[in-house]
């Protein structure tokens, strides 16, 4: 494959006494190449397949490695393999982006004085970092995930504010484009939430915000909720997260049980 993804060709640039000679021309892989991040997954896969655990465990997208253990001299002894590995390769793991995260599912206090490293440079402990496009807290709330949503969608909402707004658009139109480009962004991974009314009334309130302006009508003018929906055509929220979570609990009922996605239905917590 890689011998195939590179280009030769011979080429001759006009001189002013002639044409020179025929020199070889070699094109490869870049940066951005449809080719490359295939490619990049497929050497990873190869060089790391001996000592990749199983699914939830130890777990690979692209560059972003994950790796999950019960203690913390459990996640060095696999950050060492994983570093020698890498680097016996021509790899180098990034001193400056590893990050761990501790969940506490009981209140057993284990290790306090056990620091992550990574080689010999101590690893930051975070409360929260994103992954994915998710944010994974250390105390398994979804809030900031929550908040991270909400933010998306108002950026896509200011990216095409101009035709949501146009009152010489009509409302149905709006309604469609808003639930194709605008709302998708908020329901990101809201399979796996475990919301609260807080959290699903955040949700309403920014989409209503939203609707309102589509409309250009603001709260002061004292329309109810349920007449902006039928006029732009959009469901609620809430209504459209259970459909969601609904769907994603199908697809997984359906999997077999040995599934990596069904594995957590076996976990004891607290124990």
């Known amino acids: 494959i890689l011998g195939g993804s590179n280009g030769f060709g011979l080429k001759l640039p006009p001189l002013a006494g002639g044409d020179s000679g025929h020199f070889l021309v070699e094109m490869g892989l870049h940066q951005g190449s449809a080719l490359s991040p295939f490619l990049f997954s497929l050497a ?3 060089l790391t397949r001996h000592i990749q655990g199983e699914v939830s465990w130890c777990m690979l997208f692209a560059d972003d490695i994950v790796l999950i253990d019960e203690t913390r001299a459990g996640v060095n002894e696999r950050l060492e393999v994983w570093r020698q590995t890498l680097e016996s390769k021509g790899f180098k793991s990034s001193r400056t982006k590893t990050n761990y995260l ?4 009981s209140d057993v206090t284990q290790e306090a004085d056990m620091d992550v490293r990574l080689d010999t440079q101590v690893i930051p402990r975070r409360g929260s ?4 496009g998710s944010i994974i807290q250390g105390d398994g709330e979804i809030d900031e995930d929550v908040t991270h949503c909400i933010g998306a969608r108002w950026m896509n909402w200011r990216l095409v504010s101009g ?4 009152e010489n658009v009509p409302l149905k139109h709006k309604g469609k484009f808003y639930k194709v480009v605008v709302r998708p962004t908020m329901l990101y991974g809201v399979e796996c939430w475990l919301v609260t009314n807080s959290h699903v009334q955040k949700m309403k309130v920014a989409e209503m915000r939203m609707l309102r302006w589509m409309c250009g009508h603001t709260r002061f003018d004292k329309i109810r909720n349920e007449f902006i929906r039928d006029k732009v ?5 809430k209504d459209k997260m259970r459909e969601t979570r609904l769907r994603w609990f199908g697809h997984v009922k359906r999997r077999s049980t040995e599934a990596s996605v069904r594995r957590c239905e076996r976990l004891a917590l607290g124990v």
């Open 44 to 46: 990873m896969d190869a």
């Open 102 to 105: 501790e969940c506490k599912f």
């Open 129 to 132: 970092f994103k992954y994915l």
């Open 163 to 166: 035709l949501l707004c146009d």
């Open 233 to 237: 055509g959009v469901a609620p929220v």
